[in-house]
C-alpha cells in the first residue's frame, strides 16, 4: 500500500499551547485526507477531513493543512486541552484509492497540566 | 454516521487455534474494510470486504491466513487462522461513509492475544 508517515512519534505540550502534528505521504494520486484521533483501547475517531481541491480546512478548535506540491500534511489544535491527549493519525484515501485508506504512524500527543 | 459493533472485543487464544471476529454494522455499507494494528503501531488495511464476492487483500496478507465472508451488507467477518503470538493485534472493523470521498468508521476493535 501507501506510504504515510509521521514526522514526530511524540509530541508534549502545555495545556493551553497550540500544537502541531504533522504526516508526509507517498501516493500523489490521494484526493482525500482525514486526521484521526485514538484513545486508549478504543477505535480511531474522526477530528477532520480535507479534499485535495483545498488548502486549509478549520474546525472547531482544529485546523488541517494540506501541501500538495509536497505532500505534507498537518493538524493544528488550539488551546490544546487533557483531554487532547492521545494518538494521532492521518489517513490517504478517497476516490482515486478505491475508498481505501492508508494510515500514517502515528503521533502520540500528552497534554501537561 | 454508522454505529459498527465488533465482537469479541478482547480474547485470549491458544496458539495454533482461530478466531473468527464479527463486525455488525447498523446500516447498509457498501465497502467494508478489516485493519491490523500491531502494539504500539498504526493501522494497517488488511483486506476490503466484498458482498457478494471474496475479499481483496492487501500485499502480504492472503486468504488461507485470513479469510473473509461478507454475506450482506451490514455484517462480515474475519478469520485469524493457525495463530502465532505474532498475530497479537487489535483488529478493526471500518466502513466507508455515504458517498465517494468521505470519512471511514471504526469499530471499536478486537484485542487478540495469543499465547
Known amino acids: 500500500g501507501e506510504s504515510v508517515g509521521l514526522h514526530l512519534p511524540t509530541l508534549s505540550v502545555q495545556e493551553g499551547d497550540n500544537s502541531i502534528i504533522n504526516c508526509a505521504y507517498s501516493?500523489?494520486?490521494?484526493?482525500?485526507f482525514i486526521w484521526y484521533k485514538q484513545e486508549s483501547g478504543k477505535g480511531p475517531q474522526f477530528i477532520i477531513d480535507?479534499?485535495?481541491?483545498?488548502d486549509k480546512r478549520q474546525g472547531q478548535r482544529v485546523t488541517v493543512l494540506l501541501n500538495k506540491t509536497v505532500k505534507h500534511l498537518s493538524l493544528q489544535i488550539a488551546a490544546t486541552q487533557p483531554g487532547d491527549s492521545a494518538v494521532y493519525f492521518c489517513?490517504?484515501?478517497?476516490?482515486?484509492?478505491?475508498?481505501?485508506?492508508?494510515f500514517g504512524t502515528g503521533t502520540s500527543l500528552t497534554v501537561i497540566p | 454516521s454508522a454505529v459498527i459493533s465488533q465482537k469479541p472485543s478482547r480474547d485470549i487464544c491458544q496458539r495454533g487455534t482461530s478466531l473468527t471476529i464479527q463486525c455488525q454494522v447498523d446500516?447498509?455499507?457498501?465497502?467494508m474494510f478489516w485493519y491490523r494494528q500491531q502494539p504500539g503501531q498504526s493501522l494497517t488495511l488488511i483486506a476490503t470486504a466484498n458482498q457478494g464476492s471474496e475479499a481483496t487483500y492487501e500485499s502480504g496478507f492472503v486468504i488461507d491466513k485470513f479469510p473473509i465472508s461478507r454475506p450482506n451488507l451490514t455484517f462480515s467477518t474475519l478469520t485469524v487462522s493457525n495463530m502465532s503470538p505474532e498475530d497479537s493485534s487489535i483488529y478493526l472493523c471500518?466502513?466507508?461513509?455515504?458517498?465517494?470521498?468521505?470519512?471511514?468508521?471504526f469499530g471499536q476493535g478486537t484485542r487478540l492475544t495469543v499465547v
Open positions: 489517513a490517504e484515501g478517497g476516490e482515486n484509492t478505491g475508498n481505501q485508506f492508508y
Open positions: 501516493n500523489s494520486a490521494s484526493d482525500y
Open positions: 480535507i479534499r485535495s481541491n483545498m
Open positions: 471500518s466502513v466507508e461513509g455515504t458517498g465517494l470521498n468521505t470519512e471511514a468508521f
Open positions: 446500516s447498509q455499507v457498501t465497502m
